[in-house]
């Protein structure tokens, strides 16, 4: 049990980073407006999501630490968005964020995992949303791709 609730505080503070990083980023998006609205949706989600883990926590009679919320610098690297001002930003973006959503995807299975192994079964219907959360964004930045290549060339021409 242990183990899962640090694990449920972990992911929160992946999802609390992830709010934050796409809060910085979005204005940059603006010239791409089909990902700009996608990163939109995302920051609702990953406040959703932080919102769900909350609950689980409170269900198990702890919460989140703000502490570790704090010391989450190799979250941050994996999420990337350190690449303002690369003339390529957008792209060097896309694909930071489509390793975050793996990341993410990974993180949620695991967490199932943990779920049933401290006998919290009841908690999996919560975690399972998320993770589908996760793999539907992670699908469509990869299969949207292409687009934002074309979408990066013509902007470069312009
Ligand atoms: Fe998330």
New binding site residues.
Partial sequence: MDVYLTGLRNQHAV?TQ?IGTVKNELSRMEPYPELHAKMQQEME??TT?AARLDSLLARHGTKASLAKEAVTGAVATVAGFAHVGADDEVLKNVLAAIGFKAY?ISSYKVLLTLAEAAGAADDKTALEQ?MKE?QEMGDWLGSHLPNFVHAYLQQRAA
């Fill in positions: 999802e992830a989600r990953s999501q993410e998320s996760e």
